[in-house]
């Protein structure tokens, strides 16, 4: 099974509020990251969070780690019709090198 | 600019063909990845290479193989395409895993047609 899982799968707002989306996963981890995947292309780096901080913020960006609950939230303000994309976040599993994908949360950004 | 770039964007190919899917880093990086993306699936790890010649199956390896005899590139072969093959194939690499926490620079991906 997926190891990290997005919620929603789709969200669709206006241009100028904030998007929200969350990433629950099962087993203990290093760190989190979130990727941006335009449609039909590669993914591309956003933010990565170590399972001991609580937030990092990157420009419009806002992440932060529950590692209580397994969860994560990434948090886009004043969204911009740019921000249309697919955004997945990836866990580590302890111990491994491999990182796990879910599979994505569709923005759609209304201009 | 750091740069992953693979060898086609769109692949037409007949059942039963030997496919070869070639991914090329300029970043020096000794990690590299195939993926497969389907739709309502995400992504999922068909190879990892970790050094030159140095291979590990990921959770999909079936019906792939990988060579790595140079360290900036990185091929996927499917040796007998099939249909179920087709699908988008994401390259990737990153710096070597100490501690555990390296971001994947991907390529643009080829989208495989398996007919």
């Known amino acids: 099974s997926q190891q990290g899982e997005e919620d929603p799968q789709a969200l669709s707002i206006q241009e100028g509020e904030n998007a929200t989306m969350n990433c629950s996963y099962k087993?203990?981890?290093?760190?989190l990251q979130w990727y941006r995947q335009n449609s039909g292309r590669g993914l591309v780096h956003l933010i990565l969070i170590r399972s001991n901080e609580r937030e990092k913020h990157s420009g419009r960006l806002r992440v932060t780690l529950d590692t209580s609950k397994k969860s994560s939230s990434l948090l886009i303000t004043a969204s911009r019709a740019a921000d249309t994309a697919s955004y997945f976040c990836?866990?580590?599993?302890?111990?491994?090198?491999?990182?796990?994908f879910g599979t994505g949360t569709r923005l759609k950004v209304l201009a | 600019d750091v740069k992953v770039t693979q060898s086609s964007r769109y692949l037409v190919k007949r059942t039963g063909e030997k496919v070869f899917l070639e991914c090329v880093q300029d970043?020096?990086?000794?990690?590299m990845f195939w993926y497969r993306q389907d739709p309502g699936l995400g992504l999922r790890l068909i190879y990892f290479s970790y050094d030159v010649k140095m291979k590990e199956k990921g959770d999909i390896p079936e019906g792939y193989s990988v060579s790595r005899e140079k360290k900036e590139r990185f091929s996927l072969i499917l040796e007998s395409a099939s249909t179920n093959q087709t699908s988008m194939y994401l390259c990737?690499?990153?710096?070597?895993?100490?501690?555990?926490?390296?971001?994947?620079?991907f390529g643009p991906g080829t989208r495989l047609t398996v007919t």
């Open positions: 990836a866990t580590d599993k302890s111990g491994t090198y491999k990182y796990i």
């Open positions: 970043m020096d990086h000794e990690n």
């Open positions: 990737a690499s990153s710096r070597p895993w100490t501690g555990g926490s390296y971001e994947q620079y």
């Open positions: 087993t203990s981890i290093n760190n």
